[in-house]
């Protein structure tokens, strides 16, 4: 059962261009989403993270926006760079869970062309 | 550097041929975390440990069994390895809590044959 469904599968967008990646939810109990960002031949590493109570979070050229009543939220990556072709991973968990476990979404291959 | 560090990188299997992953790491993390990553899944979460001495399951335990050896390690097996388990497996260490933000291995890229 996949709890967090991503889309599109790949994207390829033109240098300066906005890249956006969405993803959805099903389980309301999740409480904390954040993203990754994976290079080729490495492990993913945390790229920005949101909280239901806020309904979005800039940091740089990269920003979360978040709609709890749709369940949805969606990772916009402003000016894009050929340095920001990676694999990108949104993720959720129920913060105040003792285990920590996260779900992943599918997996979204950015490629941006100079 | 400070990190999580897996072992090996990469390994070839014949199907029915058993080996253990082994994973840890240096920043005193309580929770640890095995993953398979394959191409249109994403990051599927097989064990994890949430604090020292406890292991449990996740969404794809079946073939697979776990060891947390100490608060620093936590070491995957595969007591008979088939083709479907051909993958990239990742472990990952966390401060407790996921919103801390999970540590990420550099991976094992394991085939079966």
């Known amino acids: 059962q996949q709890q967090v469904k991503q889309s599109p599968q790949s994207l390829i967008v033109q240098k300066g261009g906005i890249s956006i990646i969405n993803c959805a939810y099903e389980?309301?109990?999740?409480?904390?989403f954040p993203w990754y960002q994976q290079f080729p031949g490495k492990g993913p590493a945390l790229l920005i993270a949101?909280?239901?109570?806020?309904s979005e979070k800039k940091e740089g050229r990269f920003t979360i926006s978040f709609n709890k009543s749709a369940k949805q939220f969606s990772l916009h990556i402003m000016d894009s760079q050929p340095g920001d072709s990676a694999t990108y991973f949104c993720a959720a968990s129920i913060g105040s869970s003792n285990t920590g476990k996260l779900i992943f979404g599918q997996g979204t291959t950015l490629q941006v062309k100079p | 550097n400070a990190g999580v560090t897996q072992t090996p990188k990469f390994q070839v299997l014949k199907t029915g041929q058993s080996m253990t992953l082994q994973c840890a790491q240096d920043m005193n993390h309580n929770s640890m975390y095995w993953y398979r990553q394959d191409p249109g899944m994403g990051l599927r979460l097989i064990y994890y440990s949430a604090s020292e001495g406890t292991t449990d399951k996740g969404e794809v335990p079946n073939g697979y069994n776990v060891s947390r050896l100490n608060k620093r390690e936590f070491s995957l097996r595969l007591e008979s390895a088939a083709p479907s388990q051909t993958s990239v497996y990742f472990c990952?260490?966390?401060?407790?809590?996921?919103?801390?933000?999970?540590?990420f291995g550099s991976g094992t890229r394991l085939t079966v044959v």
């Open positions: 949101i909280r239901p109570d806020v």
């Open positions: 389980n309301t109990a999740f409480d904390y």
């Open positions: 990952a260490s966390s401060d407790r809590l996921a919103n801390y933000g999970y540590t």
